[in-house]
Each structure stands twice: as C-alpha cells, then as structure tokens.
C-alpha cells in the first residue's frame, strides 16, 4: 500500500476494502459498505479535521467520522457513513454542506453538518487517494490526490470529472493539499517542493518554484493574507504575495510537519510528527517548538474549548493548551521568551 502524507505522518493509515462500486453506482447507497459504529472513534486514527461552523468534524480510518458540538470536550459518531475506506481529508463549503475524501478514490458528502453522508464519487481502479478537497462555491470543487490525480465537479458533488491539474503535463507528483488564500488564489501544496497556484477560481494551475526540493504535505492560508506550506523535516515556508514567491521559516524543530490552523487570537499553530507542536504569535515568522510527551504522530489542530486546541492524528484526538507557555509546563518544561 502506498504511504501517502497523511499516512506517513501517522505511521499507520491503511484502506480497508471498499465495495465493489464505481463513480455510476455511488447513487444506489444501499449496495455500499457502511462505517461501522465504534465506541474508539474518538480514539483510533484520525487524519483530517475541520470547522463546520461552530461544529468540530474528523475524519480517519475505517471511514470514521466524528464530531463535537462541546469544543472538543466530547465527541459522536456520524450516524450514516457510506464507506470503510480510510479518509485522509474533509472540506467544509459552509456549517451545512461538506465533503470527505480517501483512498480508492472516494469522496462522500454532507447535507445535515456531518450528522450522514452519501457517497457522491467512486473510483476504486484509480488505486489514487483523495488527499485533499476544496470549494470555490457550492457547485464548483476539486479533490486532489496521488500521482497528480484530480477529478472537479460544477454541479455541487452530482458529477465527477477527471483532469489535470496543469494543462498537457505529464507530472505525476502527489498533491497533498489544495486551499486558497485570502484574497482567492488557491495553492496546492506537493512533492519535490512544488506548489501550483491558479488566479481564476482553479480553470488553470502554473507551478511555482519554492527553492526546495522535498516534499510538501500540507499548506494554510493565513488571515493577514499570506500562506505557509509545510513539509519533511520540519521545512515551512511563508509567502507574502498569494504565492508567487516563498522564503522559509524558523519551524522550531526538525520534524515533519503536516498540519495547521490559525486561531482567532492570531496564534497560528503547526502539528506533526514525534509529538511536534508548534505556536508562533508574530504572524507565523518564528514558532516554539512544544513536543508532546507521547511523542506520537499528529495532522490536523482545531481551537477547543476552555482555551485550548485539539489535535487529531495517531491516537485520535487529544486536547493541550493554546499558549505556548502552558503547553511546555503541561508537559515539564519551563518556558522562556525566545525559546
């Protein structure tokens, strides 16, 4: 099986196998396979996770999808999920309508916040995860995923069509991230230090040189109009012109990162391997390194209650302070300015 992003920041990820479906049969849900209900939800991987409004949403392995209405406090299973495949990403277009994606190609969506699902694409041949999806509005989205696989939709999730990303390219890098910033340039984070930009809603993508060779696995758009993409070995990059051009940061650390989110007081917060978690607050120049004491894999951070973030990956979900500062006390280290 493949190791793809999510998989290797994790360490465990693996489909389980879906049923025998194509893309034309994902309309009769009664002959899919579907998640099973598990009291360890909450527990096993998780490789996604997103806002839905004021709803927390996750996604992971067996085609779990879980939620919380409670800031992270608890968490439910979502009642009807027509897939075991592993997810690997989950895109909110608003608190209503979502869609996830994973291996053999498959993207579900949601009407009700998560509450059930319906598969809307299937393409087990492909052996090409989704690892990530992003709207432009309610009709026109993109899934993106190994081997430069990308398949669009413009009716809202009711058909799939295959494509490439750069028109005429025979690339065939795994595009781990599609998001956009600000200002609507939408950037796709990749391997061998690519990041393909699109200025017309995704029609067309051109490839940007970054100055870097390894892979990118994840990316963010910041609120103050830039955007990071973030990789192996602790590589983060910045870019302060919707991505035309990208200088690298101080990570703090050497582990890979794969994850992050911006929170509403500007504390922007990166995730990923060996229990790295990262708090910058001078607009993602500088961050401090804060390693959990697992030291496990993490992909995804969400804000939760009570002053806190949730993070999501190898043990499932896992709560720690959004502050830098009482992050390290938490787990026995004194914090200093600077380090």
Sequence with gaps: ?????????????????????????????????????????????????????????????????????????????????????????????????????????????????????????????????????????????????????????????????????????????????????????????????????STDKGETFTEVDTGYEGSFWGGMALKDGGALVYGMRGNVYRSTDDGVTWAKINSGTDKSVGGGWELDNGTVVLIGLQGYVGYSTDDAKTFTEVTRADRLGYVAVLPAADNQIAVFGEPGVKLQPDDAAKALDAVGFKFSEGS
Excluded: C
């Design 1 to 197: 099986m493949f190791a793809l992003v999510a998989v290797s920041l994790a360490g465990v990820a693996m489909s389980t196998p879906a049923a025998a479906a194509d893309d034309a049969a994902a309309t009769d849900q009664s002959k899919l396979e579907y998640a099973t209900p598990s009291k360890l939800s909450s527990h096993d991987l998780l490789l996604d996770a997103t806002m839905a409004g004021k709803r927390m949403i996750a996604v992971g392995q067996f085609g779990h999808v879980i939620y919380s209405d409670d800031g992270g406090k608890t968490w439910e299973q979502a009642k009807t999920v027509p897939t075991q495949v592993t997810l690997t990403s989950v895109y909110f277009v608003n608190e209503k309508v979502g869609y996830a994606g994973g291996h053999d190609s498959t993207v579900i969506r949601t009407d009700d916040g998560g509450n059930t699902w319906t598969q809307v694409y299937h393409n087990v041949e492909s052996q090409s995860p989704i690892m990530s999806i992003y709207f432009v509005d309610e009709d026109h989205g993109l899934a993106v995923g190994a081997f430069s696989f990308v398949v669009e939709t413009k009716d809202g999730g009711k058909t799939w069509n295959q494509r490439t990303l750069v028109a005429d390219s025979t690339d065939d890098s795994h595009l781990n991230k599609i998001y956009a910033t600000k200002d609507g340039t939408i950037l796709v984070a990749a391997e061998f230090g690519k990041v393909f930009r």
